[in-house]
Nanobody, 121 residues
Framework: QVQLVESGGGLVQPGGSLRLSCAAS????????MGWYRQAPGNQRELVAT???????NVADSVKGRFTISKDNAKKSVYLQMDSLKPEDTAVYYC???????????????WGEGTLVTISS
């Protein structure tokens, strides 16, 4: 069973910082792209940032220059450093990973349960 477990959400004041972490566990042979998405109340889930196995990143314009995505292949983990946070960054943040469970199988998208980030004074 493959699982993605997120941590690091919470309440922070505008202008503050948070760091989200997500670790993949279970039985699988490879991870290609990992990333973060978010969903605010009443909105659709949207991409925040992704990072490929080779280290190429894609960051949403709304967070570019404030959020940084990184990964640790050995720990099967992805991180999201969020700086200069704004109230509009308030959302549930979801970890996503494209994981191949065995050779010869196609990659499957897995999702974490989400972690709430609230930006408020």
């Amino acid at each position: 069973q493959v699982q993605l477990v997120e941590s690091g959400g919470g309440l922070v004041q505008p202008g503050g910082s948070l760091r989200l972490s997500c670790a993949a566990s279970g039985s699988f042979c490879s991870i290609s792209t990992m990333g973060w998405y978010r969903q605010a109340p009443g909105n659709q889930r949207e991409l925040v940032a992704t990072i490929t196995s080779g280290g190429s990143t894609n960051v949403a314009d709304s967070v570019k220059g404030r959020f940084t995505i990184s990964k640790d292949n050995a720990k099967k983990s992805v991180y999201l450093q969020m700086d200069s946070l704004k109230p509009e960054d308030t959302a549930v943040y979801y970890c996503n990973a494209a994981i191949r469970r065995a050779l010869g199988l196609r990659s499957t998208d897995y999702w974490g349960e989400g972690t709430l980030v609230t930006i408020s004074s």
